[in-house]
Structures are given as structure tokens and as C-alpha cells.
């Protein structure tokens, strides 16, 4: 079987290996491949491995040696899953190897909205505190998390670590999920209707796929039921959030700070408001980035391959 991986540079810049790939037959992999290159990469592959580079219903048709699809990513929206159905193609994706990561990502934006800690480092770094007349100083409000009340919007894994995070910091969880399973409850987690976590969470932190239900769930209706001075954090799927809407909240003080990893169009545009807007950090989608998980990642996706050649395929999205 030969397998063409697409796009491997994000999962594997050099500090990782493919050697559990090559090991399941003839092995080609690009950094990236651009859309007038998919067709010619993959002329003879019978498994095609991709992050974001696009897979088609006419890429599909045009290609019927193709057996497998791996998506190095847990969201598969890439890829035409109903089009690879129709063919008989089993598409899977990598569900849990960031779990840990990303929810560790969401407390370094949070900390960093409480604390500024970059900034204040800077300011030391110039100098400022040897010149100070006073032994400390401090440019923005510093939060205390202890007694706030995160809302976990989406309560899987992801979001139950949230979960447990948060209430290490001694903060209360209020958790949204459309699947409610009340063994997850204590003391501190409780689920909540959407509009109460909307309205009662002083953090609110997104963990829902990218679904037609849940496309620009954060908008100007939304956070009108929010408190003021709300922080959010956005680690999930840029889309879910309407950002002309977020900046103009920014820009009235409506919400404090917005954190987020990921945005509408990747990589971001330059017509895009939100680095610009006021108190706003936005990071290069690294949540899942750290090289542990990356590991995590790479032996998933070999797995699912290596499980899809003995016939029992795992991890399949379009069953």
C-alpha cells in the first residue's frame, strides 16, 4: 500500500518521526501541497493522510485507487466525508491525543488576562522597575480566579479537563453540553442550560465542534446575555464565533478580554479585525501544538492506518 501524507509539516517539522508510517509500506510525504497539486500526488496513493489540505468529492471521483483517508486532526471537515461514504472509503481522525494540551492552552490565555505577565516582564526588561520610586507596580486590573465561575461550553474531553483545572484554581463550573451525564457533577461542576452559562459565568471558554448549529454561536445576541466585563476563550473552532461582533463587544467594554487560538480563516487574513482589537490576544493555533501531544498524535493516526490494513478500521467519522 502506498501512502501520500499531504500537509505533514505542522505535525512534523523534523523533531518527530514517519518511521511508524513507512513501516506499512511505500511512503511519500509533502510539507505541503497545494490544490493544484493534490491530483498529481496522489495519482497511485491508496491512503491519503491530510491536516487542512482539502480533500473533494471531485478529487474522489478523479481518483478511484484511493482506499483510505487519515485526518491528522480530530475535526475532519476537509474532508467530503459523505462523498468518501458513497466510495466506501473509511475516513478517521485522531480524537483524543490533545485533550491535556489544549486545556492546559486555555488557562495560559486566562493567566495571561489576570496577570499580564508579558507585559510586566517587558516593562522590567526596559527597565521601568529600577527606576520605580515604589518596591511593585501594576498597568492593568489583576484577577483572582478564585470564587469565579467559568462556563465550559461543550463538556467532552476536553472540556472536562477544563473542568478540573478550573476548580483546582478554586472556581465553580457551570457546563453546557447537549449530552448531559450527571456522574460528571460535584460539587463545583454543575450542568447549566446554555442561556444560564451565558449569563452567569464570569469566563466562558468554548469546546463544541464546527456544526451548522454551532457556526457563529457567539454573537451579538449571545453576548448580550453575558455579563459585563466577561472574558472568553476560544480554543475550539474560529467559526464559532461572529468576530466583527466580538470587536465591537472589545471596543464597548462589554467583553474584557477575548482569548483565542483559532479564527474564521486560517492562516488569518490581514483584513481580519481581531488582532487589532482592543484587549484581544489571538495565537497561531498551537493548542494542540506541544510536542508530547504531537507524539500522541502521530502514533493515533499510524495505528488507524495499521488498523484499516488488518480490516478492523478505528476512528472512523463516516460510518
Known sequence: MKTVVLDGYTLNPGDITWDGFKKLGEFVCYDRT????????????????????????????????????????????????????????????????????????????????????????????????????????????????????????????????????????????LAFDEIVNKSLETADIKYASLDEVLSSSDVISLHVPLFDSTKGMINKDSIAKMKDGVIIINTSRGPLVVEDDMVAALESGKVASFGTDVVSVEPITASNPLPKAKNCLVTPHIAWAPKAARERLMNIAVDNLAAFVKGSPVNVVNK
Not at 458513497?86 to 490533545?98: L, R
Not at 495560559?108 to 488576562?113: D, F, G, N, Q
Not at 516593562?123 to 470564587?147: H, M, N
Open 34 to 173: 497545494p490544490a493544484d497539486k493534490i491530483l498529481e500526488r496522489i495519482a497511485d496513493a491508496e491512503a491519503i493522510i491530510t491536516n487542512k489540505t482539502p480533500i473533494t468529492k471531485e478529487t474522489l471521483a478523479a481518483k478511484p485507487n484511493i482506499k483510505y483517508i487519515g485526518v491528522l486532526a480530530t475535526g475532519y471537515n476537509v474532508v467530503d466525508v459523505d462523498a468518501a461514504k458513497a466510495k466506501g472509503i473509511p475516513v478517521t481522525n485522531i480524537p483524543t491525543y490533545g485533550t491535556t494540551a489544549v486545556a492546559q492552552f486555555v488557562f495560559a490565555h486566562l493567566l495571561e488576562v489576570c496577570h499580564h505577565v508579558a507585559h510586566h516582564a517587558d516593562t522590567v526588561r526596559q527597565g521601568r522597575w529600577a527606576k520605580s520610586e515604589d518596591f511593585c507596580y501594576w498597568d492593568y486590573p489583576l484577577i483572582e480566579l478564585v470564587g469565579k465561575t467559568i462556563g465550559v461550553v461543550g463538556f467532552g474531553r476536553i472540556g472536562q479537563n477544563v473542568a478540573k483545572i478550573a476548580v483546582a484554581f478554586g472556581m465553580k463550573v
